[in-house]
């Protein structure tokens, strides 16, 4: 089973910034190899020693939050734990956990809030970046972005294959004229 710092040394340094959001089968690959066991282990409630301290707090939020978007891309699966990492995500926050952690690291603290389908959890996420990480206007703008699917549908469209919902007439004409891409740009050029 790996440790907190196997799950950082791999995400902030081996993957790192210029692989976080290009995703791609390797990628997935060496998630599922090196973490699924682990990450089954956090599933069952077995981590939480790694909820005592900030930097252990933050490989459970990568480990819950952004691995199983790789380990298990396209599947329901990979949108199981984002309960425990958002309650995690909360808690390292309201202890000013994040703040211990430099950027660009820190932002790991906020995705959970961004991946969640609760606008109070959006505007949240957007106010962290605006204050707490504002050099980042890439995730700032990410995360206006998500919240404005949020505010829209009240929930991701492009989750409901995953998670077997229905798609509604609105959300099918939103994904086929570019989905969350255009919503990014529509942000983008208004700025």
Partial sequence: MATPEDVLSFWLDEVGPEGWYKGGE?????????????????????????????????????????LPRNMWRGTAQSFAMDAAALAAAKTAISRGWDLRIDPP???????????????????????????????????????????????????????NRALDRDTSEAEAEFLANGGYGRTVEDIRSAA
């Fill in 26 to 66: 390797e990628l997935d690959e060496a998630c599922r190899d090196r973490f699924a066991e682990t990450w089954d282990r956090a599933a069952e409630g077995g981590l939480s020693l790694w909820l005592t301290y900030p930097a252990g707090t933050l490989a459970y939020t990568i480990l819950a939050d952004q």
């Fill in 105 to 159: 690291a820190r932002q790991f603290f906020y995705l959970p809030l961004m991946h969640s389908e609760n606008l109070i959890d959006q505007d949240r996420c957007v106010r962290l970046f605006h204050t707490r990480m504002p050099e980042s206007e890439n995730n700032l703008l990410h995360a206006r972005a998500h919240r404005e699917v949020i505010r829209r549908f009240g929930r991701f469209p492009h989750r």
